[in-house]
């Protein structure tokens, strides 16, 4: 009786880790197909900034498009402000990537998901896409 149970537990605990890690895989690729088809929208719009604009146009990343307006975007938000004259509103990258690293700092009642505080994007991605946005 105790080896069924113990191997009852161990079959239960191999079948997780298998879902857990084919469900992980499967979020990586459909993940990385989103940022290719990303790059693909970039490329028309942003060539000399693939890197920055598609985890920003990516819905499986940074999605700014979700509540931005960004020129070339499909699909643009508008429940946040126009990412437009950004060197203007933001003089200082610094300024601008710590609010993209974790908004909530600043305004703690945010929509806008802190980027690197939760790991949506990667430290190199969240740099890209504050050049690309300071960019705009």
Not at 25 to 34: I, P, R
Not at 107 to 118: E, I
Request: net charge positive.
């Amino acid at each position: 009786m105790i080896k069924n149970k113990h191997f009852s537990i161990l079959a239960l605990f191999v079948a997780a880790s298998v879902v857990i890690f084919a469900t992980s895989s499967y979020a990586d690729k459909k993940g990385e197909k989103a940022l290719k088809d990303a790059a693909k929208s970039c490329k028309q719009v942003y060539p000399m900034d693939i890197e920055g604009c598609a985890p920003a146009f990516s819905r499986s990343h940074g999605n700014c498009l979700g509540c931005h307006n960004i020129q070339g975007g499909t699909q643009t938000g508008n429940i946040a402000p126009p990412l437009i004259a950004m060197k203007a509103r933001f003089p200082s990258r610094a300024t601008l990537r710590a609010k993209i690293w974790d908004i909530t700092v600043d305004n703690p009642n945010s929509l806008m998901p802190p980027m690197g505080k939760h790991k949506i994007l990667t430290e190199k991605q969240i740099d890209s896409v504050t050049d690309f946005i300071h960019s705009l």
